[in-house]
């Protein structure tokens, strides 16, 4: 069962983060954290695949410009396991989005957008969201 938050008018700030925590499905195939200006515009896409689309254990980024997909990057190093908890925390620069998860892995992305305000978060996928804070 899908499950999904989408929050908008956030006005966050370069400087500023968000954090997300949860609790990942145990039949997990993938979920993802859009952060952007709103669902057509994305300056991140986080999507954390179990087994989805072709990929497995892998975490893929991507940016979409007025409804139109990027390039997708991938990360391989996944510490994430079905039925466990989730955390992260998603720093908004002017040039960048870095992604803190456990054991320390950092992953950041470049601002393709040039946004200077992300006013768009969603939540979406087989997670249960149990905090999205704003430090």
């Not at 983060?17 to 195939?29: D, F, Q």
């Not at 620069?93 to 950041?108: G, R, Y």
Request: charged share 25%; glycine share 8%; net charge negative.
């Amino acid at each position: 069962m899908e499950h999904g938050l989408t929050v908008t008018h956030v006005n966050l700030q370069p400087g500023q983060s968000v954090e997300v925590k949860g609790t990942i499905l145990p039949s997990c195939t993938g979920f993802e954290v859009n952060l952007g200006k709103d669902c057509d515009n994305l300056i991140l896409h986080f999507n954390p695949r179990f087994n989805c689309k072709g990929d497995m254990n892998t975490i893929v980024c991507n940016s979409k410009r007025d409804g139109v997909w990027g390039e997708e990057e991938r990360e391989t190093k996944f510490p994430f396991e079905q039925g466990g908890k989730f955390q992260a925390s998603f720093n908004f620069a002017s040039s960048e989005i870095k992604v803190t998860l456990p054991e320390d892995q950092v992953i950041c992305f470049p601002n393709l957008l040039d946004l200077d305000v992300i006013d768009y978060i969603e939540v979406a996928g087989d997670f249960k969201i149990k905090v999205l804070k704003f430090p």
